[in-house]
């Protein structure tokens, strides 16, 4: 089955830059999904089609995407940025998710 | 307001039967597919499978064929999740999502339905 991997986990401070990636074989020919979870809520989507980031979603959140690697970038985070964080991708059968990156703020 | 609002926990014992429900509303139901997505206590996001509200096409992640049978009524613009015999390993959050049938996208989620099986 696709995969689709993610570091478990990412620690950056108020103020800073926070980069997430997600690496899977097709992400050249799909596009690449992020969504945010806070504890308790539901996800809630942050960029679509790799780099298009919804009505409503600061623009402190960009995404990008280089070869077999996309990356959900957060500048100047902030507190409340603090979360778990998915990219989510098609596949043959549907769809995967990655296995989700919790990003702290220090 | 584009919403969509899934029925309320559960608790079941194993072998027990269930059918959990999402309702959409604020927007044409039928212009949408309906994704279900399973998180299991303190795990990450699942995708389990997905209908086309209009004709009711159904697929599915292999991981969940033939364990669970998605549906919806478009006449009351709900889309449901059953199970026929509940193990304990289906404790989980399950989370309805809307996807646009062009574009990959859960851009709109239920709130969650727990579901606890425990005997």
């Known amino acids: 089955s696709y995969e689709l991997t993610q570091p478990p986990s990412v620690s950056v401070s108020p103020g800073q830059t926070a980069r997430i990636t997600c690496s899977g074989d097709?992400?050249?020919?799909?596009?690449a999904y992020w969504y945010q979870q806070k504890p308790g809520q539901a996800p809630v989507l942050v960029i679509y089609?790799?780099?298009e980031r919804p009505s409503g979603i600061p623009e402190r959140f960009s995404g990008s995407s280089s070869g077999t690697t996309v990356t959900l970038t957060i500048s100047g985070v902030q507190a409340e940025d603090e979360a778990d964080y998915y990219c989510q991708s098609a596949d043959s059968s549907g769809t995967t998710f990655g296995g989700g990156t919790k990003l702290t703020v220090l | 307001e584009v919403q969509l609002v899934q029925s309320g926990a559960e608790v079941k014992k194993p072998g027990e039967s269930l059918r959990i429900s999402c309702k959409g509303s604020?927007?044409?139901?039928?212009?949408?597919?309906i994704s279900w997505v399973r998180q299991m206590p303190g795990k990450g996001l699942e995708w389990m499978g997905r209908?086309?509200?209009?004709?009711?096409?159904?697929n599915y992640s292999p991981s969940f064929q033939g364990h669970v049978t998605i549906s919806a009524d478009k006449s009351i613009s709900t889309a449901y999740l059953q199970w026929s015999s509940l193990k304990a390993s289906d404790t989980a959050m399950y989370y309805c999502?809307?996807?646009?049938?062009?574009?990959?996208?859960?851009?709109?989620w239920g709130q969650g339905t727990m579901v606890t099986v425990s005997s």
């Open positions: 999502a809307r996807q646009d049938a062009g574009d990959d996208a859960f851009d709109i």
């Open positions: 089609k790799d780099s």
């Open positions: 209908i086309d509200p209009s004709d009711s096409y159904t």
């Open positions: 604020g927007y044409s139901f039928t212009s949408y597919w």
């Open positions: 097709a992400l050249p020919k799909q596009y």
